[in-house]
């Protein structure tokens, strides 16, 4: 008799340990349906371009320069003030001009790759893009005009008048992307997230990742930069295939994107006069022959016999080769 006492002990023991544990499993069970119900609703709040991202790119770091540019509030509408001087003026190919006029101050923009080591330093302009056009989801951009033949339709939806800064700048736009390429370039113009995906997935492969040129916010727009020690060429892989997409002035994000057989791309730790750094996509063309000779007349050489660089402005993009970290 003196042992049923304890054994009534362990009983109620026994019986109490196997409910706590049963409660404890139903916590846990509901707090686990409630995480995954969190995750999916989240999931269901990001824009279609993440969405896209993830799935053609997954476990890709999108580059700030894109980021930014997919904002839920802003998706979906066009921007009107989306015209930047800067975003023209900072464009290499403003200088590269193929018609032979004169290309301007092109010192602050080009250099030769050999001369792109450790401890060199020269002025360069390495301005922030200030366009503020963002992405439209592709059902968005491909249900609306893109066309020079439909020039009207376009100024009638964001309601411009003919002739207007911002209707010239969008005609500029359209033509420009509607143009031939230049000898050796396959482009494209991309006016969704979605659609530069796919160009760049055609042309390189889906192993690949973007990068892009980060300028801090103080920087400014014309300095003397050095380049400093841990450069990396990104291009050796694909045997120097590079995609590179430039966005242009358009009411929402539309990045012109074009490929060269014969271009090097390199990311350059750089540090300017003021103190800042400065991560620098560098992009080299092994073949000059079709650009402007006026170009070289401050580099010095001529065209098609050397190699010339220049960095790519904040918010443009190159496509590479996926980089082991």
């Known amino acids: 008799m003196g042992f049923l006492p304890f054994r009534i002990f362990a009983f109620f023991t026994l019986y109490i340990s196997d409910?706590?544990?049963l409660v404890l499993m139903r916590i846990l069970t509901i707090l686990r349906l409630t995480l995954m119900a969190m995750a999916s609703y989240a999931t269901t709040l990001l824009p279609p371009q993440l969405h896209y991202w993830n799935s053609i790119l997954p476990d890709t770091t999108m580059p700030k320069a894109l980021s930014q540019l997919v904002q839920p509030g802003l998706v979906g509408k066009g921007n009107?003030?989306?015209?930047?001087?800067?975003?023209?003026?900072?464009?290499?190919?403003?200088?590269?001009?193929?018609k032979g006029k004169s290309g301007g101050p092109s010192q602050v923009f080009f250099f030769l790759e050999?001369?792109?080591?450790?401890?060199?330093?020269?002025?360069?302009?390495?301005?922030?893009n200030s366009t503020r056009a963002t992405f439209l989801s592709?059902?968005?951009a491909e249900s609306i005009p893109f066309s020079s033949s439909k020039m009207p339709q376009i100024l009638h939806q964001y309601s411009l008048k003919p002739g207007s800064v911002e209707a010239i700048r969008i005609n500029e736009t359209i033509q420009e992307c509607e143009s031939q390429g230049i000898i050796g370039e396959k482009k494209q113009c991309a006016t969704s997230l979605e659609s530069m995906i796919d160009y760049a997935a055609f042309k390189l492969g889906r192993n690949i990742e973007a990068v892009s040129t980060e300028v801090e916010k103080a920087a400014a727009a014309v300095q003397n930069y050095t380049i400093s020690p841990g450069m990396k060429n990104l291009s050796a892989a694909y045997k120097n295939k590079v995609l590179v997409c430039r966005k242009l002035n358009y009411p929402?994000?539309?990045?012109?994107?074009?490929a060269f057989q014969s271009i090097r791309a390199y990311m350059v730790p750089l540090?300017?006069?003021?103190?800042?750094?400065?991560?620098?996509?560098?992009?080299?063309?092994?073949d000059t022959s079709e650009w402007n000779p006026k170009i070289f007349q401050d580099l010095k050489v001529k065209p098609g016999t050397i190699p010339v660089c220049h960095f790519l402005?904040?918010?443009?993009?190159?496509?590479?080769?996926?980089?082991?970290?």
Do not use: E
């Open 138 to 140: 592709r059902k968005t």
């Open 114 to 128: 050999k001369d792109m080591h450790p401890g060199n330093g020269k002025k360069y302009r390495l301005a922030k």
């Open 80 to 98: 009107l003030s989306f015209f930047s001087q800067d975003a023209a003026r900072n464009c290499w190919c403003v200088f590269v001009n193929y």
């Open 271 to 286: 540090r300017g006069s003021d103190g800042i750094t400065v991560k620098a996509v560098a992009i080299c063309h092994t």
């Open 252 to 258: 929402y994000a539309v990045f012109y994107c074009h």
């Open 313 to 325: 402005p904040d918010g443009d993009i190159a496509w590479v080769l996926k980089q082991k970290h």
């Open 19 to 21: 409910f706590l544990y």
